[in-house]
């Protein structure tokens, strides 16, 4: 008697616990949501800006012809015009080579005295130079919502050869520049460059080196 009650017990038992572990296993599935169902709660809407960006031609060639200032030390300031053509080797390198002219006016001393130190075909200064750019600081600007031009900056330095004074001196040159592109093809650059060479006792009583600070603006033809 008491076996037959044990097993009417455990038998019991046993129900209830499948009964206990299936329920909330068939609740959950009822209720769980169907996946298909799902939808995300933010529903973000970026409208993509449509621009035009002006990137350097495939060509490696760039001619530019430039016009400005040029500072002849102890000569005064004077209008320098010339023409640049560069070689671009890679994306941060190019090689240049440059010609430039210009006209110095008189000295202090000229200036007080009333005297002529030089002829007028002695004070044309016409410079020829090459020189290495390194492109560095590359940018963009954006003169409006739908366009932007790249733009770099560079420094750049080299050796040439001046005339002047009724000598070729040899000159150092070395400076900065900045570079806009307009389209593919077309660009503004502003340089600023050092042009160094020796003046000799002849021309201003001593022997002196001479720092003559250029500043200049040009339009880029790439080809």
Aim: aromatic share 14%; charged share 20%; hydrophobic share 45%.
């Amino acid at each position: 008697m008491a076996s037959r009650f044990r097993s009417l017990l455990l038998t019991g038992l046993l129900a209830c616990g499948l009964l206990a572990g299936g329920l909330p296993a068939s609740r959950a599935a009822e209720t769980a949501p169907d996946d298909k169902e799902l939808s995300p709660i933010i529903e973000p809407e970026v409208a993509r800006r449509e621009f035009h960006e002006a990137r350097i031609d495939t060509e490696d060639f760039e001619v530019t012809a430039f016009a400005g200032i040029l500072g002849i030390e102890d000569f005064g300031s004077s209008p320098v015009y010339g023409a640049r053509l560069a070689y671009h080797i890679a994306e941060w390198l190019f090689v240049e080579g440059a010609l430039g002219m210009a006209t110095a006016g008189k000295t202090s001393y000229e200036a007080i005295t009333g005297t002529n130190n030089l002829s007028d075909e002695e004070r044309n200064l016409t410079y020829y130079n090459i020189a290495v750019g390194f492109n560095l600081l590359p940018g963009e600007v954006y003169p409006s919502r739908h366009t932007t031009f790249n733009s770099d900056f560079y420094l750049i330095g080299g050796v040439g050869s001046t005339r002047f004074a009724g000598a070729d001196r040899f000159t150092f040159n070395f400076g900065v520049g900045y570079r806009l592109l307009f389209t593919d093809s077309f660009a503004l650059r502003i340089d600023f460059r050092d042009h160094v060479f020796n003046m000799d006792a002849a021309v201003l009583g001593q022997d002196k080196t001479s720092q003559n600070l250029e500043l200049t603006a040009g339009l880029a033809f790439f080809f």
